[in-house]
């Protein structure tokens, strides 16, 4: 009988409390005017059909903010200053096997992308911490790699920053680009 009254007490407490915060409501954010954005290398990995046995080697997940008619390199991203490579949280690339890049050997991992534009070229940076807000905790004490990337300048503007690969014989080519800016980072595996 015993046994029973503790049976029947447990239940009637945790059935209040699943009761209570049944009746709590929840609260959402609001949608983020720079969406979060998940590009795989190849581009079709995520997509694939039954039978596929293609897998990804390269998964970047970033915030893609918008140009809204203002000037952004030079302007409101400001030239030889360590930029998050997006919006919100700095942009993170996982590596599924060993790649080089600039010639260095980079393990299998999840690394942030940072950036440094400028004019003429930008400087790319590998650096090995990871879910950051932006570039206010940036260490460049963590950097795996710098590279120094030409600037190529578009015809039409590109209102979301944007990020897609190119193959390469033995690798890919990560292309980001944004207003009339792009730039072009060789990978290889």
Sequence with gaps: MRNI????????????????ASNIEAKFAAADPSPADIVYYPLNAAKLK????????????????????RDI????EQYGKVW?????????????????IGGKKIKAGTYSIFAIPNKENWTFILNSQADRWG??????????????????????????FSITF????????LIAAWDKIQVELPIAF
């Excluded at 039954?50 to 008619?69: E, H």
């Excluded at 120094?148 to 979301?160: G, S």
């Excluded at 193959?167 to 080519?173: D, I, S, V």
Aim: glycine share 6%; hydrophobic share 40%.
């Design 73 to 76: 390199f030079g302007v409101l």
């Design 5 to 20: 009254f503790i049976v029947v007490f447990v239940f009637l407490c945790f059935g209040v409390k699943a009761q209570e």
């Design 166 to 173: 190119t193959p390469l014989t033995k690798g890919a080519t």
């Design 50 to 69: 039954a039978g596929d046995l293609t897998k990804p080697q390269i998964k970047v997940v970033y915030s893609r903010p918008q140009k809204k008619g």
């Design 135 to 160: 570039a206010f905790t940036y260490d460049a004490s963590k950097d795996i790699i710098r590279i120094n990337v030409p600037v190529k300048t578009l015809d039409k503007p590109i209102e979301y």
């Design 84 to 100: 998050r490579f997006g919006a919100n949280e700095s942009t993170e690339i996982r590596f599924y096997q060993k790649v080089i």
